[in-house]
């Protein structure tokens, strides 16, 4: 087996990653140099499908305050969320727009070149800031991608590892993190990389459940990662649902249907042709797991798998230069946005718990470090403010680089005897490899059961129901399995999470924020609907 050494590994390759790479490359001396290890190419990840935008609390947009963006925060969060880290993220959002405009990002401006702020849900001022109408994610991690690959103060203190899976931590006796097991999937090799510091950058969960906005790579690596290495876990019950995803038959994947498009104007509407979101304060711009369980509600009701998006309601030249991804996918599956509404359900779309860390990225293992989804600081609480979340992988990324600076980043090869035994346990030539095993089907099974069981809504049967089948899919898979491809590592790898979610939603026996509890239900407001004057639903 190779083995290697780097003063950082960051694993994930997404915009917490991506940032934390350049401005570790920018600030700190490393000796052995900084190694980026993604299992895809370096510019497929979460991120980049992030449409919504980035919170930017500036002070040209004189009706925004960071008072205002902390109480939107807090109260979105059902009063979970931690005051400090949202205040202070909120603080520093300022600096962190401006950091990722100095390294290329082009946010979105008006006639006036000034910066264009959006709304989002729950947002109780326009304070979203997008790149390209409704490619946020793509815009940033695109520029940031630039700037590893070819800006050479930056890029030559930086490997890229590509088709690379971090498989395992290396604790040594001590509970010390000193790098990862990494398998290539080309080579089909596995490597010992040492490291005074890893961070886990590696995003989100999403692929754990039947429909998810998230990418094929979304599969809780680094997550699993540290529940194997024991690291401290929290909030992991609660998953927020997108509530706007494209709805089409036969199709498990879901594009995302950007909350701005009901910021600029659009309504949910049900198969009757009412406007069903109205009983509610804030209507259709209601808290993301409020608007969830309506539509959840609306097709039970109605016996559908989907309700309609109406964006009759926005102009079509303010669409198509807002929304031109949307626009164009629309059409590509004979939806004209003009004249047919869009058919949308909720789909699995953001992990709100995660590695307990502080602002930092600090977990509960010495040298191991967490930041964006992966992590979990508490500025989410039970429900993510929508385009927090970019914002707080910029300004955590910046809080761990400016720790590390002040961390002894040498001794990454510390070797013993437990540190020995992971390694032996890659390299050993007899490993029993088991036979063929259906990876494909045992996935499908523990996505299906996740969606019907602890998706939603749930409560103790269907969790306990869950917690059976994914025991069984790792009894027939094996716990203790020699994996050897990535496929094999993934289903590994969302066991694991699958297990962790279903357990801690088990253990919170309420109802709040995206964690709902049927068997410990706190009523809602009651629903009253307006009718549409046309209550046909013109879907081609």
Avoid at 79 to 108: C, P, Q, T
Avoid at 202 to 211: E, P, S
Avoid at 241 to 249: I, M, Q, V, Y
Wanted: proline residues 3%.
């Amino acid at each position: 087996m190779k083995h290697s050494k780097y003063s950082v590994i960051i694993v994930g390759s997404g915009i917490a990653g991506l940032y934390a790479a350049i401005k570790l490359s920018e600030t700190i001396n490393l000796p052995d140099g900084i190694l980026l290890l993604t299992k895809s190419q370096l510019s497929e990840s979460n991120s980049r499908y992030a449409q919504g935008g980035i919170v930017g609390v500036l002070p040209e947009n004189k009706p925004d305050s960071v008072s205002l963006h902390v109480a939107d925060t807090i109260k979105a969060g059902c009063g979970l969320s931690d005051f400090n880290v949202v205040k202070f993220i909120s603080e520093n959002s300022r600096y962190a727009i401006k950091d990722l405009m100095s390294y290329g990002v082009e946010f979105d401006r008006d006639s006036k070149n000034g910066l264009t702020f959006t709304l989002e849900g729950a947002h109780s001022v326009r304070r979203i800031l997008h790149v390209g109408g409704d490619a946020t994610g793509y815009g940033i991690e695109k520029a940031l991608v630039n700037k590893v690959r070819n800006d050479e103060s930056v890029s030559d203190n930086i490997s890229i590892y590509e088709q690379s899976h971090a498989v395992e931590l290396l604790i040594d006796s001590k509970g010390v993190c000193r790098g990862v097991i990494a398998f290539n999937d080309v080579t089909k090799e596995f490597e010992t990389i040492y490291a005074a510091a890893t961070i886990l950058a590696t995003g989100g969960t999403g692929q754990v459940y039947k429909y998810t906005t998230n990418p094929s790579v979304a599969t809780g690596d680094g997550l699993a990662l540290a529940i194997r290495a024991k690291a401290e876990i929290k909030d992991m019950e609660f998953i927020q649902f997108h509530p706007t995803a494209l709805s089409l038959d036969n199709d498990e994947s879901r594009f995302l249907i950007s909350e701005s498009v009901r910021g600029e104007g659009a309504k949910l509407v049900n198969e009757a042709g009412e406007y069903f979101m109205d009983y509610h304060p804030q209507k259709d711009l209601a808290p993301r797991d409020v608007v969830t369980r309506a539509i959840y509600s609306q097709m039970a009701e109605s016996g559908t798998n989907h309700v309609y998006l109406d964006a009759t309601l926005i102009p079509i030249e303010k669409f198509t230069k807002r929304f031109p991804n949307i626009y164009n996918t629309c059409l590509k599956n004979g939806i004209d946005v003009t004249k047919d509404y869009i058919p949308v359900s909720p789909a699995a779309h953001y992990c709100m718990g995660g590695i307990k860390t502080s602002i930092d990225g600090k977990t509960s293992i010495k040298n191991l470090y967490a930041i964006g989804e992966a992590a979990c600081t508490s500025l989410h609480g039970a429900n993510r403010l929508a385009s927090n979340s970019l914002l707080e992988c910029v300004v955590t990324g910046f809080e761990l680089v400016n720790t590390l600076s002040f961390t002894n980043l040498e001794g990454s090869d510390v070797i013993d005897d437990a540190i020995l035994d992971i390694v032996k346990r890659y390299s050993d030539e007899d490993a029993d490899i088991p036979d063929d095993y259906d990876i494909k089907s045992a996935i499908y099974k523990l996505k299906n059961t996740m969606w019907e069981n602890a998706g939603i809504i749930r409560d103790e049967n269907s969790l306990l129901q869950a917690l059976s089948d994914i025991n069984k899919i790792w009894d027939e898979f094996g716990k203790n399995r020699f994996c050897t491809t990535v496929e094999e590592f993934e289903l590994r790898n969302l066991l694991h999470v699958a297990a962790v979610i279903t357990n801690m939603a088990l253990r919170r026996k309420e109802s709040i924020g995206a964690h709902y509890r049927s068997d410990y239900i706190i009523p809602e407001i009651k629903e009253s609907k307006e009718v549409k004057n046309d209550a046909s639903v013109p879907v081609k």
